[in-house]
């Protein structure tokens, strides 16, 4: 029985991601007639503008890393080390970002901090200069940082909370103090949390397609890959170049992660110790820290702003502020565009149910079976992580093209079928984290407990393991949902029309144009609305740690 | 209901390279209240888990009523364990985990009820049926882990280390309970515990294990009165043991102790052994009186060390290169004797246990 269910999910596993990823591998390494060649990639070499993406690739995703470090690192130091009401603030400041889709941002971040935007348009009035914010990759950097810094903010505060008050207390004890206690022990101790935070932002900006998709910025990796495959053709090696290059600087940087991280778990903190001292701030401290607090809110909240401020105005460019509202656009979305939110909840949310169902299968196999390779499902499954999406769906043009959906006449990438399972696919390992954490939880006699009373092993998975895993398994569908329904890269290539077209692919398209900023944002504030809500669920599902014992 | 017997024969298990059970063979009697006792790594509640059925033996026999049960499937078994942890279910009530078993037996609703009541009465908890088990006290819990294991009306009950989650003081009240239980139910029940007082207070037998294997098996008196190794003795009780060899010269023998050195032994000690033994004597055997019966092993020794532990003195005693355990009975207005005292020991010889082989 649990050999046949592990078969099925390693069947879709490989049918869905294995087979369109090697596909894509073997394209970019084949000759006409089957042969191994390293043509395509001199070719690819060859080519200027590729060349240039590669470095721009590179560029954006370091600098967007760097200046994520730089927002982020203070403000997890200051939640830390500093009993004061800001914290909370940093707490929100750590989730706003992501529940804006970056491609959204982007268009409120041009109006705002464009080369005619309200920022520079004042500047240009008081000073006589402005500053280009949002000129080219600098837009990208900037839109992606803001976006991405939470990863690392949120890891790096776990990680320095969980440094045992004793370190600090010895270091103290011997002489260390200040700087130089930060840099030789809070900051090293918290090091595994940095990297894993890091290395996340920079797999997610290196292979984000949206954001300079929407900007109108193409010279970088993902953009081009997108554009070989679309219009030079499906048959275009280059296309699969990027692909395989992508997908190793992604799985690249996870690896190296995951190397530094072994044998690093500096978590310190004991049962019943206390982490890190807090003090109270200095008169001095609290003007340094609110100010950063505030600035950075108030970068974080621009796009949020600046998108309501953009469905809500009739016409906006410049000048620093709309010149008058209306809800027309709003009216415009559900006349028109009802139907896009409409498939985004299906899609989605047959994705999210794929991913619980898939998860929490997995997490049973992996947790309490000794099922022989099902490592390998784990791996597997978690690999979709390092897979950028403009690379899955590239591979599911290539390995489905011609395969037919069964009952119907249309191809199976042609349909929304496909889009749903590539969405399942990518957002398996949030779910199957989830599912595990859930199941890790369980202590193995709760189980056993019950087959000893006389229940079969489907009695006990049906009666204990399942009620008592929902919680995690609710977080886990609420997490694929929202990430799902914001995805842009598949969605981009795998959305063929505009009536089965997703909400996210729904913005793009109003946003190419002028005339559609208007809905396009509206569109945006709804996507975000959708968004906030599920992860307001999703916080208050996870931290409901143990709702049975009060 | 009828009382069974739980038997295994030669039973071998091991994971991988790592033998955890070797060769283990026993006999519970049916109504028997039986322990098995040994450090954490001996492999009791691995045997404990087989008889469960949650793990599984590569060779050997386990019988239970006579039917050879290896293969069966813990939820056909009819064999009932109490967790060390209990493991409550914390999403239903206590009246819902305390029903399970039954309900899973697709008995009548009513008779679920019923019999679900009645076994929370044995274990005093009726009235709590509504409640969670996050809700209950440690030792409630564990009656609750009890009540909802008896409901079943198990062939045999499983007990792993059922007391170790509980205070001393608690420990011992469940103690007595667990007792009372089982002289009214009467239900062929294993015990595992690490703690030779817990066992010896409440089993009729034990099995003492170490690294997979069966060291002795008797009543709590023989297993102190007689322990059949080094280890026995060891474990259970506080033991003085050492090691020598065995002389017979003309009217008497001799022990030649590297550790006490030279000292000669009751001739009754040696009458069939000779060679390399280890002598086992308890600290209550050793007397300080002097004169005492010629029967006796006598050395002389100098006060190291002594505790005053209420009942008795504890001394430690060093004799040649040894250090020898001697406990004191107190009597009112006693004083404790300080180090650097000389004193003769003496050991009746029939306290003297002589173990030979390893």
Known sequence: MIAAISLAIAAFLVAFLVLPVASVVYTAFA???????????????????????????????????AFASLIAVPLAYFTVRFRFRGALLIQTLGVLPLVMPPFVGAV?????????????????????????FMDGLNGVIFVETLHYFPFILLNLTVAMQNIDGAMEESAHNLGASGWRLFWRIVFPLAMPGYVAGASLVFVKVFDDL??????????????????????VGIEDPIGYVISVIMVVFSVGALWMSARILKGRDYSTLQRGGTSLAKRRLTRGQAVLAYGWIGLVLLLVLSPHLGILAMSLSKVWSFSVLPEGFTLAHYETVFTQSSRMIGNTLLYCGLAAFIDVALGTAIAY???????????????????????????????????????????????????????????????LPYALRSCMAALQQLHVSLEEAAENLGATKAASIRRIVVPL???????????????????????????????????????YLYMQSIAGRGPGSALGVIAVVIVGLGTYASYRLSNRSDPWTR | MDK????ARHIELSYGATKVLHDVSLTVEPGEFFALLGPSGSGKSTLLRLIAGFNQHQSGELLIAGRDVTGV????????????????????????????????????????????????????????????PGQLSGGQQQRVALARTLAIEPQVLLLDEPLSNLDAKLRVQMRRELIRLHRRLGITTLFVTHDQEEAMTICDRIAVLDQGVIQQIGTPVELFDRPANRFVAGFVGTVNLFEGTLERDGGGARL?????????????????????????????????EPGGATNSLAVDGVIEAGEFLGEFMRYEVRVGSALVVADQPHRRGGALLGRGEKVRLTVPSREIRVIVGP
């Open chain 2, 256 to 288: 030649r102790s590297p550790a006490l050195g030279d000292v000669p032994v009751p001739q009754d000690l040696a009458t069939d052994i000779a060679g390399t033994v280890e002598i086992a004597f308890r600290p209550h055997a050793v007397s300080f």
């Open chain 1, 210 to 231: 949206g954001t300079p998709l929407v900007l109108g910025v193409t010279n970088m990796l993902a953009p081009q890959a997108y554009l070989r495959i679309t219009s």
């Open chain 2, 4 to 7: 069974v017997r739980v038997e």
């Open chain 1, 469 to 507: 895993m929902a919680g995690g398994m609710l977080a886990g569908f609420v997490t694929s949902f929202i990430t799902a329904a914001v995805e842009l890269s598949a969605t981009i290539v795998l959305s063929s029309s505009a009536s089965t077209a997703p909400l996210s692919y729904g913005i």
């Open chain 1, 108 to 132: 409120a971040m041009q109006l705002l901090f464009g080369r005619s935007g309200s920022v520079n348009l004042l500047l240009n009035q008081w000073f006589g200069f402005s500053v280009p």
């Open chain 1, 365 to 427: 196999i992996i947790l309490r079976t000794r099922l022989p390779g099902r490592e390998l499902l784990d791996w597997t499954a978690s690999a979709a992580l390092a897979i950028p999406g403009v690379v899955l769906a590239i591979g599911y043009l290539r390995f489905f093209r011609g395969i037919e959906l069964p009952f119907s006449d249309s191809a199976f990438t042609a349909t929304w079928v496909a889009l749903m399972v590539a969405y399942a696919v990518r957002r």
């Open chain 2, 73 to 132: 499937p813990p939820w056909k078994r009819n064999v009932g364990m109490v967790f060390q942890n209990y493991a409550l279910w914390p999403h239903m009530t206590v009246m819902q985990n305390v029903s399970f078993g039954l309900e899973e037996r697709r008995l009548p609703r009513d008779e679920v009820r019923r019999r679900a009541e009645a076994a929370l009465e044995l274990v005093g908890l009726s009235g709590y049926g509504a409640r969670r």
């Open chain 1, 31 to 65: 000759t006409g007639d089957g042969g191994f060649t390293f043509s395509h990639f001199e070719s690819f070499f060859r080519i200027s503008l590729m060349r240039e993406s590669f470095w721009n690739s590179l560029w954006v995703a370091g600098l967007s890393v």
